[in-house]
């Protein structure tokens, strides 16, 4: 009984097993073994509509980073937050950013079902890029300073409060 009350509470915040680095500790701080803020690594890859669109496109801007897919229970339950989010911040230098590498049909019913107006791009399409990032569990969050530097790491679902905490520290 135990283990699948802890089973069932995986599966709520994340879709994969999650790994240790950057982490939310409650209130939407981000967390982390080292002081040093790490560069994100550039990347360019296929929007829906099979325009390129590089990290480096966004440089200036904070940017939130979700790495996510659309059979993922905690994906589907965080997108509302997130899309409502994005439009509250999108005029305020903030820019939302989606990483998926599901089925393109998919995708497109997705961001259409749930209103979705920020870039979801396909990883895959022209780099892979979740095993660079170390991506081994979904939803996965990151927050990017104006210089490009890793301010914020969230492995798991996160509530609306989480991130607009994690982005007011990151302006």
């Not at 994100?40 to 480096?56: C, G, I, P």
């Amino acid at each position: 009984m135990l283990i699948s009350i802890l089973l069932i509470s995986i599966l709520l915040t994340s879709c994969f097993i999650p790994f240790k680095g950057f982490s939310d500790n409650g209130n939407g701080a981000a967390t982390s073994t080292s002081e040093a803020l790490s560069k994100a690594e550039d990347f360019t890859l296929l929007d829906l509509n099979n325009n390129k669109v590089s990290l480096s496109d966004f440089k200036g801007k904070v940017v939130v980073l979700n790495f996510w897919a659309t059979w993922c229970p905690p994906c589907i339950a965080e997108a509302p937050d997130l899309v409502e989010v994005s439009k509250a911040y999108k005029d305020k230098g903030v820019q939302f950013i989606g990483v998926s590498d599901d089925d393109v049909s998919a995708l497109k019913k997705f961001v259409s079902d749930y209103g979705i107006e920020y870039p979801i791009l396909l990883d895959g399409s022209v780099d892979r890029i979740m095993p660079k990032w170390g991506i081994s569990a979904i939803p996965t969050t990151f927050i990017l300073n104006g210089n490009g530097e890793i301010v914020f790491k969230k492995v798991g679902m996160m509530s609306r409060e989480q991130l607009i905490n994690a982005i007011e520290q990151s302006l």
